[in-house]
Nanobody
Framework: VQLVESGGGLVQPGGSLRLSCAASGFTFSNYDMSWVRQPPGDGPEWGSTSNTDGSSTYYEDSVKGRFVISRDNAKRTLYLQMNSLKPEDTALYYC????????????????????????WGQGTQVTVSS
């Protein structure tokens, strides 16, 4: 099983980046997918979650309206389009997957720790600075 993030880098405030997360070794379309970020010196923060087919998406308030999570199940890839980037968006960005359990009716939002997910990537660094 692998989740491999890419697309991070250095960008000026107000700029944009598109992150990708390529999945392998599991049935991608059966898993809710999330982006979690960890700013330098801070704990992990949940950012956004997509349900299994991308029809429902959820965002933390600080990224709502600026970031868009999407997925292509045929390509087994998760994306994060980040616009209007701010210095406080600087972080290591992880993608993570979780399969619904029992009678859960939808994705569980707000999870921040690797142990709360089934699979977790190695991260890609995003730095927003002039």
């Amino acid at each position: 099983v692998q989740l491999v993030e890419s697309g991070g880098g250095l960008v000026q405030p107000g700029g944009s980046l598109r992150l990708s997360c390529a999945a392998s070794g599991f049935t991608f379309s059966n898993y809710d997918m999330s982006w979690v970020r960890q700013p330098p010196g801070d704990g992990p923060e949940w950012g956004s979650t997509s349900n299994t087919d991308g029809s429902s998406t959820y965002y933390e308030d600080s990224v709502k309206g600026r970031f868009v999570i999407s997925r292509d199940n045929a390509k087994r890839t998760l994306y994060l389009q980040m616009n209007s980037l701010k210095p406080e968006d600087t972080a290591l960005y992880y993608c993570a997957s979780r399969k619904k359990e029992g009678l859960e009716s939808g994705p569980i939002k707000g999870l921040t720790l690797p142990i709360e997910y089934d699979y977790w990537g190695q991260g890609t660094q995003v730095t927003v600075s002039s």
